[in-house]
């Protein structure tokens, strides 16, 4: 079963006559244990995406619709106090920008003890405390970064301290937006293994934002790839990237260097940019920019159609042959 | 305590001591022998000006002369009145009390008014009451604040007759305790009106803008994220971090606060140093003009630092920088 | 062209448009103060402490000077001394903050001190011995207010200078070999100048405040007809004359608003601005 299902989520923001789509009726579901990464260029809808299920978008100039299903409860129209509730106990999120995911005034463990016994209202200030150190140990850190502040940290730090504040309530759900873009290799590499064992250890099922095709192939079971609001394609890892359907795909393939060892091929980058979402391209979202395009192609947006166990694609070119 | 009090302690220190070479400066470039200066035009008297002349060590190189003021000042001779004689630091320590108390409680209203105004419009960001208020600002912080004493004088003293337009204290009722207290909280009103009403405008843009730019900050959304309730979030976080700017500019407002008191001094009569300021230059009392600025810039640096230290205990980064 | 461009930034910023149709009314009132000025601001009339009426339309002061024509030739005064402070604190102010800000290092320190302290310092009342001490001439007026308001953009000037100073451009003039000084000249100031503009407009404001506020203390120059002078001698009358002081008043409240308008939709113009720019050099 499904932890999380996510079904016709559109999202479209309003300024002024303009009416951007971020989200057009995405469809998704990640099972209980597993690992999503959702990859895609910058303005591809994956944080539009989460801040949607997190139900943390502004209110008034943005329109959501459609579901979203995490552990049988449905998110978009959950009541502010259930949501509260929910939020952080049965999913959690670890920021892009860990640099300033804490208030630069409070002190790391008295803001952490803080979230903590907002959910945990019956727990003395001391066992707040034991809990909080318990948890920067577990993301190897010392139990003096309690009383630091943000500024006192590196950004490794900062983010082990994001980590740490994610598992704080052993979410079901954990959701990494770009959470080490912003580190150095050494220590991305680092960290990465260390979630992995986490969520090992603790049984905790992870999506995973970023644009980096090599952390997905590293430390995820499935990947989704987003492109102007749209899912284009999903599936097993290993089974996109040795095979991957959409042009799409293909290209954010070649445009990595690390799949290109054994066959030499340059690196190849793909023309063009997003289309505008507020007027978009009538026909598939990924056609201006597709080498593969026909004339269908710029008629109608194609379906998203199985390809085998849990793989789809939205082209009307995949699998060799015109898909109407 | 910090480098960077330190740092900020020794620049008032640097202001006061430049305050002193002006001083100095301004009397001995002025016009006319500073002797002259000193014992006032119209009333040369000869062995007052011998007096004077050794006083100051006219005679003497510049240098030595600078010392020589340097040393007396901080021996706390400011010099003597030549009006009426009376040393000045006696005559300005009576005046301290009536000016702190007006300045801060109008800076202290003010930048409680003033916070809360803006808060209440960064929440409603967009709408009209926002642009409305935002215009009365403009309005209310080009206006002058002795013009803002007259029309308050004008309406509530002269037309309403409903408070008292002078002074400190009713002369005619001779009150004694809680009425005394009372009765000078009475003639506080308007002169802490006309002062609060010029200051509102610097603390409401300053709390609006900064809430603002802290509701947008990262931070706000992680802890949204973890189910932190909204009021929580705004009383124990938003504000916390919106409430730094504030008192930067509490800080930076105490030169004007002391201008922009002075005047409102003279409006309503208060019996202050602004006041005392225009007796002097009336009087061309100079040593006691002097003494008077020399005060204020001491007082201003001083009340400049207290806030710098307040800050710094309130902003964990500030003293980090220093380590 | 260029006007057209420039005609369209104020039309389409409220606050620029506004401020600048103010503008124009206050040039045409100083300029033209002789000839719409229904009387002569200086000629004492036997009509005394007039309320408005039709002859006198802002009433007369304590001796018979017509309101409204005093209010007209005010307004000279207010825009030379504001003009005119405002332009020795942008000099000095750009000077001071360009000198620190690209030369940095010692220099950038004692500049840096010395804004520090003009910080902390009360002007107001260094302006008000100066005044009382050196006479209280509309030139002496305008000076010193000048030579003690500086301090803001110099602060701005210093910012401008260490962030521009790291941009390519910049650094290819010094790898070229022009002379720093010329650098300072052509490049760093040209190029930074415009919040300073920004500010030094909103400095006109604040000096028409300052002088009105001398003149209201009886330090304005005797010699000329200012709003505070005629607030000053109205005060005496406020419940017999209450208009004496309220429409001044009411003139410097106007002349200041014009200025933080035009000086806010200046920073607002050229803050988006500015933005877009580095969006297109970064994309």
């Known amino acids: 079963m499904a932890l999380l299902s996510i079904r016709d989520l559109s999202v479209t923001y309003h300024s002024g006559t303009r009416h951007v789509k971020a989200l057009n009726s995405l469809n998704l579901d990640i099972n209980e244990g597993e690992s999503l990464g959702i990859v895609g260029e910058s303005g591809s809808g994956k944080t539009t995406l989460i801040m949607a299920i997190l139900r943390l978008l502004p209110k008034g100039s943005v329109e959501i619709s459609g579901e979203a299903f995490l552990n049988g409860k449905e998110l978009i129209s959950l009541k502010q106090e259930e949501l509260l509730k929910m939020r952080w106990e049965e999913m959690a999120l670890v920021f892009q920008k860990s640099m300033n995911a804490l208030s630069p005034v409070h002190k790391i463990g008295v803001l952490m003890s803080d979230i903590y016994r907002i959910h945990k209202p019956e727990v003395s200030k001391r066992d707040a405390r034991r809990r909080i150190e318990e948890l920067l140990e577990l993301v190897n850190l010392p139990s003096r970064v309690y009383d630091l502040y943000p500024h006192e940290l590196s950004g490794g730090m900062m983010q082990r301290v994001s980590i740490a504040l994610s598992l704080m309530f052993n979410p079901k759900l954990l959701i990494l937006d770009e959470a080490t873009t912003a580190l150095d290799v050494v220590t991305q590499t680092q960290i990465l293994e260390e979630i992995v064992a986490l969520e090992k250890k603790l049984g905790i099922t992870r999506m995973m934002i970023t644009h980096d095709m090599s952390v997905v192939a590293s430390t995820c079971k499935n990947v989704a790839v987003l492109y102007a609001g749209c899912l284009l394609e999903t599936g097993l890892t290993q089974d996109v990237l040795v095979e991957p359907l959409h042009p799409y795909t293909q290209g954010l393939i070649k445009s990595f260097p690390v799949f290109d060892n054994d066959t030499h091929q340059p690196l190849q980058s793909i023309g063009g940019s997003l289309p505008d979402l507020s007027s978009p391209p009538p026909g598939c979202i990924f056609e201006p920019r597709c080498i593969k395009a026909c004339d269908m192609c710029r008629e109608s947006m194609p379906r998203l159609k199985e390809y085998g166990q849990g793989r789809f694609a939205a082209c009307h070119l995949a699998g060799g042959e015109i898909n109407v | 305590m910090s480098r960077y009090l330190g740092r900020r302690i020794l620049t008032g220190i640097l202001c006061i001591f430049v305050a002193l070479c002006i001083n100095f400066v301004i009397i001995h470039a002025a016009p006319g022998n500073p002797i002259r200066l000193l014992v006032g035009k119209d009333n040369p008297n000869p062995q007052m000006i011998a007096e004077l002349t050794e006083k100051y060590g006219l005679d003497q190189p510049k240098i030595v002369q600078f010392g020589k003021y340097v040393g007396n000042l901080l021996k706390g001779d400011m010099g003597v009145s030549i009006y009426t004689n009376e040393p000045v630091s006696d005559m300005i320590i009576d005046r301290l009390a009536p000016t702190a108390m007006l300045a801060l409680t109008a800076a202290v209203l003010a930048a409680i008014i003033g916070t809360a105004l803006g808060i209440f419009c960064a929440r409603r960001v967009g709408t009209k009451l926002d642009a409305i208020m935002g215009s009365v600002s403009y309005l209310f912080d080009s206006t002058p604040s002795f013009w803002l004493g007259l029309m308050l004088i004008l309406i509530f003293a002269s037309t309403l007759h409903v408070l008292p337009t002078s002074g400190m204290i009713d002369m005619r009722a001779d009150n004694e305790g809680f009425a005394k207290v009372l009765d000078i909280m009475k003639h506080m009103i308007l002169p802490v009106s006309a002062l609060t009403l010029t200051l509102i405008p610097y603390y409401f843009r300053i709390a609006r803008s900064s809430i603002i730019q802290v509701m947008g900050e990262d931070f706000i959304t992680t802890l949204r994220a973890t189910g932190m309730p909204e009021k929580r979030i705004f009383r124990k976080y938003i504000f916390r971090n919106a409430i730094l700017p504030t008192i930067t500019v509490f800080g930076i407002q105490m030169a004007y606060l002391v201008t922009g008191s002075a005047i409102v001094e003279i409006v309503f009569s208060w019996p202050g140093m602004g006041s005392f300021v225009m007796t002097a230059i009336t009087r061309r009392d100079y040593p006691l003009l002097m003494g008077i600025y020399l005060v204020l810039s001491v007082s201003v640096a001083v009340m400049m630092i207290v806030v710098d230290v307040l800050y710094s205990a309130l902003d964990p980064r500030i003293s980090h920088e220093s380590k | ?283």
């Open chain 3, 1 to 283: 062209m260029r006007l057209n461009k420039t005609l369209k930034i104020i039309k389409e910023n409220t606050q620029l448009k506004v401020g600048c149709m103010m503008l124009v009314i206050l040039f045409l009132a100083a300029l033209l103060a002789p000839v719409i000025a229904p009387h002569n601001p200086n000629i004492l009339s036997d009509d005394m402490v007039v309320a408005p009426n039709m002859k006198y339309w802002l009433g007369t002061d304590g001796l018979g000077r017509d309101i409204l024509s005093m209010i007209l030739y005010g307004a000279r005064t207010s825009l030379v001394v504001g003009f005119t402070a405002a332009m020795i604190a942008g000099i000095i102010g750009t000077l001071l903050g360009g000198f620190a800000g690209y030369f940095g290092g010692r220099i950038d320190g004692v500049i840096g001190e010395m804004i520090n302290i003009f910080m902390m310092m009360p002007t107001f009342f260094l302006i008000l011995i100066v005044v009382a001490l050196f006479g209280s001439g509309l030139f002496n007026v305008m000076v010193v207010i000048g030579l003690t308001t500086w301090v803001g953009n110099a602060k701005l000037m210093r910012a401008q200078a260490m962030s521009l100073r790291q941009r390519t451009f910049i650094k290819s003039a010094e790898s070229i070999g022009e002379s720093r000084m010329a650098i300072l000249f052509k490049h760093i100031i040209p190029n930074g100048i415009f919040p300073i503009i920004a500010n030094t407009t909103m400095g006109v404001a604040g000096a028409i405040l300052t002088e009105s506020s001398l003149a209201f203390l009886g330090l304005g120059d005797p010699n000329v007809i200012s709003w505070g002078q005629i607030i000053q001698n109205g005060k005496s009358y406020l419940v017999d004359g209450w208009w004496m002081c309220v429409f001044a008043g009411l003139a410097i409240i106007f002349t200041v608003i014009t200025f933080y308008l035009i000086g806010d939709g200046l920073n607002r113009v050229l803050s988006p601005k500015l933005r877009n720019l580095g969006k297109e050099v970064r994309g």
